[in-house]
């Protein structure tokens, strides 16, 4: 049979012409649409801003112990603690590449309060993003067992006569502002001495070099054997029962001090979740995922943390809280100022 010349070019032209119009599809779409399958395809690498064995390291690890199983993939850390969390952004911003493999897991409360008042090199939200909080964490002051402090009362009587010294993880930080709002609403004074971590700030309230200590709640009950929670800066103590009814700071005093928590989040290059929405959404649901899991939350138990604390954020709720932050500084900053 004799097939016309025209009629395969014919043929040849239309099958060409179709393989540009998927090509031009495929070109017009998005690569996180055309790719996102194939998203991720390697390990993780997370920064953490603060020392290696503390409270983030912990609960990082807690976390990815089931996130890893849904991404299928491991995480890999490194720790770049200095000025208040300030040296870790600067390098995740500036020197990580934004391709969603490389994630900061950090303390969302004093570090969007560091970037207020010190004014770093980089920009919230347009350099980076927070999403997939793990936690809420109440700010508390809190003794040694054998303190002569027996409740904020004594302590703030104390700091009338003169300034008592208060051992924090970090000058900016919301239990930090927590002790100066107090001063400030009853008149009593407090040297605030930044110990760079919550473990140091344990040792140095238990071996006496502080008065008191201002930290998140949750490490503070891990340790019930050796510190007492003495007051709580938030509207309700959720931890009565095991704090022995610790009061909340205002209904002592009266005064309207905000509340002040921490939380912990993940972190993404934003130029990278705002181009890729289809992979980010996928991380992020993983994230949710992972936080409901029961190996995360048996995970986190044996940390020695109460499990109260554990609630999920969105990138809105983190972005939200982050902001809000920002303000509660602004609020403080004159007297945070003075502290450093």
Known sequence: M??????????????FCGGLTAAGVLAGMPLSSAFAQSYPQRNFRVIIPTGQGGGAERLARAFDDAWSKLLKHQFEYTFHPGAAGQIGYELFVRQREADGYNLLFGNMGPEMIMYAV????????????????????????FVRNDSPYKDVKSIVEAAKKKPLNVAVSRIPHPASIGLLALGEATGSSYNLIPYGGGNPTYVAVMNGEADVGALPITGVLSLTSQFKVLGVFNKENIFAGITENAPTINSVFGSSIPDLYSSRAWAVHAKWADANPENFAMLEKTAEQAHASAEFRDAFVKTGAPVESLKFGSRQVCTEYANAMVELAKRYEPVLSAQR
């Open 2 to 15: 004799n097939h016309s010349p025209n009629r395969s070019l014919h043929m040849s032209r239309r099958a």
């Open 118 to 141: 010190q004014k770093p090199n980089y920009r919230f939200p347009e350099d980076f993003i927070y999403f997939g909080r793990t936690d809420i964490d109440d700010s508390c002051i």
